[in-house]
């Protein structure tokens, strides 16, 4: 692996430049807004009405949304990919996008309101994780790891077949499109009642995770090793599933399932800091959280209609997750 640069200028670095996207994704758009309005609108100072409509009502939802499923995805992802010890691995290997995407097709196919929408999104990402985790935690005779990425798989697929029933079975002009835009991803109808909802519970996934992130390290260990430096491995394990399955479900449950984030993100963040997770959770937060606002900044801007994040994050993640791969040797 590449060696880890000088962190604190990094960590400087990273923040620095999820402000300035943050700037710049106030100011552009069909209604340009121009920075020293901006400026003057977060000193208090009068301003024009429009400026004010567009800033704090249309934008900020989607600004402060950008960077609370950013972090979240990326948080997960690197939770996962330790605790795994697979840099293949993201935020839905055990299924949680999956039951989120079947919930929320579940509201939709019965014409339930957006906030019931969301609601069965998060509880089937819940559902679907707890599920997984049940039968693989039950399976004898098997590296629990294993059995946990290989439950998830095959319960993901049948979420999967359930959601294409659906899809069949739905109205093709009405219900049929909206299925279709909210496995797509976006964060276009973002409003502040759904950040009110999301962001708790993201915080309260993120918060064990910050307090347990130096024993995390203990996870990439095998079992035996790990037990031997006195970690509980089945109950911290379960820890981090549970408060990476809870911010991977209150981010997709209000944005649908944006790919790549999760997966790419970590990877870049463990290219610069190295693999301890204490040093690596907070720098693949504020790099998720950057990335996926210059994509949303991008999608909303870069044509006359709105481009699916998930489009862009598969187009700039794939080269870049192989030139991350070509630079170093080992993943880890």
Not at 109 to 120: G, P, R, V, W
Request: aromatic share 8%.
């Amino acid at each position: 692996m590449t060696r880890p640069l000088t962190r604190t200028p990094i960590y400087v670095a990273a923040g620095g430049a999820l402000v300035l996207l943050a700037l710049v994704a106030f100011s552009v758009g069909r209604f340009p807004v121009p920075l020293a309005d901006l400026f003057s609108l977060l000193v208090g100072k009068a301003t024009s009405p429009n400026v004010e409509t567009v800033v704090l009502q249309v934008r900020a939802p989607r600004v402060l949304a950008a960077i609370l499923v950013g972090a979240s995805l990326a948080a997960a992802g690197t939770a996962y990919q330790g605790m795994f010890r697979n840099p293949l691995v993201s935020p839905d290997i055990l299924g949680v996008s999956t039951g989120a995407a079947l919930g929320a097709v579940i509201g939709i196919f019965f014409s339930f309101n957006a906030l019931l929408i969301q609601a069965f999104a998060f509880a089937g990402g819940l559902a679907a994780v707890g599920l997984v985790y049940g039968v693989g935690s039950r399976l004898r005779g098997h590296d629990p790891l294993l059995g946990l990425v290989l439950t998830g798989v095959v319960i993901g697929t049948l979420l999967g077949s359930a959601i294409a029933l659906l899809k069949y079975l739905a109205d093709p002009y009405n219900q049929l499109p909206a299925i279709t835009y909210w496995l797509l991803g976006s964060l276009a109808a973002i409003a502040p009642r759904d950040l009110a909802v999301a962001a708790p519970l993201a915080l309260a996934g993120l918060a064990p995770m910050l307090l347990l992130r130096w024993r995390m390290n203990l996870l990439a260990l095998p079992d035996d090793e790990a037990r031997a430096l006195g970690a509980d491995t089945r109950k911290l394990r379960a820890i981090v599933v549970a408060a990476a399955t809870l911010m991977t479900a209150s981010a997709v449950a209000i944005s649908g399932i944006i790919g790549w984030v999760g997966l790419l993100v970590p990877h870049a963040a463990r290219l610069l800091v190295g693999p301890d997770v204490g040093r690596l959770l907070p720098l693949a937060m504020l790099l998720g959280a950057a990335f996926l606002l210059a994509v949303d900044t991008l999608c909303r801007t870069i044509a006359g209609i709105e481009v699916p994040p998930g489009v862009l994050t598969a187009l700039a993640g794939t080269p870049f997750f192989l030139w991350l791969f070509a630079r170093s040797r080992r993943p880890w």
